[in-house]
């Protein structure tokens, strides 16, 4: 009984001591490399991020092996690290598991667990290994290859480890080497790690009572690219850079920084900004968001909107950066020059063996120096060579044969040496060598072998008669306006401004079309990025009224954020004078058992609907805010199917799931969707949009009222006749539905 109590006792501690708020600072979930861990592969070790997985494959028959990236966590603040890892293969008794506190490979400490039941906490210093905690039995380790969940965390003075919920250690505050914190295996292990979380109270701590509130400002908003073009090119790492400058007399807390694409994002990757923890009055930050460029990149215009928001609400105003993205320039790359070596060193140095008259002759040993040079305008990313013996001829051997250089980067106008030998019996008599190249690159992944054109009794250069030099080239690139990717349809096209006064309106656009756990929602980001301009010319709303999130952006995290009770627009309404619109285009699905319908954010799965956003709360939320009037349209279905008539939801296929209808719905409120309960809301693949949303932004552009104003009555009569019809022509059946009274309130004056 005593031993019994002592355990529930532990255990509540063990639970107190995870009751502190943190809050995240790096959350990684393998969706996606934005995080930029190191992907190789090479004899030694393999790594690779691929569909919310991180494999990490150390090969050796010796040594370990981590992999590492960089976050900004204060040693000196309380905070959290968890990850859940899985041995693939490998020793049951030698260790995998977490890395942190990290300078580089050689200096950092490793929290580990064997496949038999063993943990250990250890550092290296300077390349030699210290155990800190030796390896020590633990029921809390799920054996063999299962899966483990493990947790460092450091309270006050102390750090305490975890397996699987359940604490196994603990020690005294460490210092950092380092910001490093990572995964580590040992020899000729496998793992894989579904989830990295770094959490952190360094923004949650008792912010002291302010006597005047900050002033956030954007400044000097540009994009900070190698090139110096002044535009983002293919295949090139460049920054949005701004000021982020507290005009205000208090402090700012817990700043978060978002950038959201406007235009299309399509062979684009943006990194992402750590939080502000705080910003002093009269103070500045100076922010740098990573963004980079593919080598599928398109000449396009790009427009991406930043928005900071402050843990008190006392955010900055959006601010939109436009530059052009240019078409990669192509490398080009050719081996037009080989030289050999066939004369014997006097000391037996090098491998060439023959009389020196630069002829290759059957019972020599040939040294060969290919020249592989680029004539692009491209540089040659990532360059591998490798060497080819096409032959089974007994008569002559290639030691290098299947071998494969890493060349790396070679530059516009550049070149590199390829060196290697081979030599021939004296029954050797095939004229032609059959040794080839193969190139590689990341623009050119599947290259054809090159043949070196080496020839048995004819003289080749020798390698002291080359005099390679750099080729010149033009690396001017002329950057065109070219409207690719989603070719502008009627509708994004010649967007009228119009006399609507949206000073008064706020304005949340929320479009998720891909998702985490479910099939992309066809043309959702578009739909959203088109309503966003359609929100400022044609509905008049101003840039600091409009709360836009698409896609990862989109998460229950921020739908709480717009939509909560002391959330973004609660703050800012002003009770009977502000109206409020509403755009979600995503997917819907409804709870199968309470029949109640919910809208999906980007990280909810729909199986478990009830996780999402509730319409219940939706118009809950919206109904309380005391707003003049409030509009909503919805481009989801919640028939538990996709745009496209795909089962939604596990187990329900065949069935139509029917939502019950929302209790709380206010007299000043107005909420169109595109379908009915049974239909589900159809994409319009010619127009590249939700069939709901074209014929939206068609009566909003004028069509509905043809130049006289817009009220909600003309607009729902306008999508009322055309949806269906379109629908019709598609195969499918869909007749939007309107929910409110006020349906004379008047949205458009043109």
């Known amino acids: 009984m005593k031993k019994l109590l002592l355990l529930v006792v532990s255990n509540l501690l063990f639970l107190a001591s995870f009751s502190q708020e943190y809050n995240t600072i790096f959350k990684e979930d393998f969706d996606d490399n934005l995080n930029k861990w190191k992907l ?36 000196a603040s309380n905070f959290v690290i968890d990850t859940k890892v899985t041995k693939v293969f490998g020793v049951n008794n030698y260790g995998y598991g977490l890395t942190w506190g990290g300078k580089n490979s050689g200096n950092l400490y490793v929290f580990l667990i064997t496949a038999n039941g063993y943990f250990q906490i250890g550092k290296t210093v300077n390349g030699r290994y210290e155990n800190i905690v030796d390896w020590t039995e633990s029921s809390a380790i799920n054996r063999n290859n299962a899966q483990n969940i493990l ?59 302010q006597s005047y509130p900050p002033d956030l400002v954007i400044e000097n908003l540009e994009l900070i690219d190698p090139s110096k ?52 009055s009269q103070s500045f930050r100076n922010v740098t968001i990573p963004i980079s460029a593919n080598y599928m990149v398109k000449n396009l215009e790009r427009n991406i909107r930043i928005d900071v928001s402050e843990f008190y609400g006392n955010d900055a105003d959006p601010s939109v950066i436009n530059f052009y993205t240019s078409e990669y320039s192509k490398p080009d790359l050719a081996i037009k020059q080989v030289a050999i070596n066939d004369k014997t060193d006097e000391y037996q140095r090098g491998d060439a063996y023959g009389n020196g008259n630069s002829i290759i002759e059957a019972g020599e040993s040939i040294e060969v120096t290919a020249y592989l040079q680029n004539f692009g305008q491209g540089n040659s990313e990532n360059t591998q060579v490798e060497l080819i ?11 290098d044969n299947g071998k494969i250089i890493e060349i790396g980067t070679i530059a516009s106008g550049d070149y590199k040496e390829i060196a290697f030998y081979f030599y021939t019996s004296r029954r050797y008599t095939v004229k032609d060598i059959p040794i080839f190249v193969k190139v590689t690159s990341s623009h050119s992944p599947n290259s ?22 750099k080729i010149d080239t033009d690396n001017d690139v002329v950057v065109k306006r070219i409207e690719g990717i989603i070719e502008p349809t009627d509708v994004e096209q010649d967007i009228p401004e119009t006399r609507t006064d949206g000073s008064n309106t706020l304005c949340v656009i929320l479009g998720v079309e891909k998702y985490k756990y479910a099939p992309n929602v066809d043309f959702a980001a578009n739909d959203a990025r088109t309503f966003y301009l359609y929100a400022q ?20 995290g921020e739908f709480e954020k717009v939509f909560s009770d002391n959330g973004w627009l609660s703050r800012r309404i002003v009770n009977g004078e502000t109206d409020i619109i509403v755009y979600y285009a995503g997917h819907g699905a409804p709870d199968s058992k309470e029949k109640v319908a919910y809208l999906i954010p980007h990280d909810i799965d729909p199986n478990y609907a009830n996780t999402g956003y509730s319409l219940d709360k939706l118009y809950a939320s919206l109904s309380n805010f005391k707003a003049k009037n409030v509009t909503v349209f919805l481009d989801a279905c919640f028939s538990g199917t996709t745009r496209n008539n795909e089962v939604l939801l596990a187990g329900v296929r065949g069935i139509v799931v029917k939502p019950k209808e929302s209790a709380t719905f206010a007299d000043n409120l107005i909420a169109i969707s595109a379908s009915s309960d049974d239909e589900f809301s159809s994409s319009y693949p ?65």
Do not use: C
């Open 40 to 75: 190789y592969d090479s004899p030694s070790a393999r790594t690779t991020v691929n569909t919310g997985i991180f494999i990490l494959e150390h090969k050796r028959n010796d040594g370990a092996w981590s992999s590492t990236v960089p976050v900004d966590l204060d040693p």
């Open 151 to 209: 947790r460092i965390e450091k309270n006050g003075n102390q750090m305490f480890f975890s397996i699987n919920g359940r604490r196994v250690t603990n020690l005294d505050a460490m210092p950092f080497m380092g910001k490093n914190i990572g995964f580590f295996v040992n020899k000729n292990m496998k793992i894989r790690a579904s989830w990295l979380v770094v959490k952190s109270d360094e923004t949650a701590k008792s912010f002291e009572v």
């Open 229 to 280: 073009n002044g535009s983002l090119d293919g295949n090139e790492e460049a920054q949005i850079s701004f000021k982020l400058v507290n005009r205000g007399r208090g402090k700012a807390f817990g700043i978060n920084i978002n950038a959201t694409p406007l235009s299309s994002a399509e062979n684009l990757t943006l990194g992402k900004v750590e939080i502000i923890a705080e910003l002093s």
């Open 389 to 399: 013996l096409e032959t089974t001829d007994k008569n002559i051997t290639f030691p």
């Open 448 to 469: 054809e072998q090159i043949p070196l054109n080496l020839k048995l009794g004819e003289r080749t250069e020798n390698i002291v008669d080359v005099d390679i030099k």
């Open 537 to 556: 010319k044609v509905l008049g709303i101003p840039e600091k009224n409009i709360f836009f999130r698409i896609n990862e952006n989109a998460t229950s």
């Open 686 to 750: 010619d127009k590249f949009h939700g069939l709901f949303t074209y014929y939206l932004l068609k009566a909003l552009k004028g069509e509905a009222s043809k130049g006289k104003p817009l009220d909600v009555k003309t607009l729902f009569a306008y999508l009322e006749k055309y949806v269906p019809v379109q629908a019709g022509y598609l195969d499918r059946d869909q007749h939007p539905t309107i929910r409110g009274k006020k349906t004379d309130r008047i949205l458009v004056e043109y």
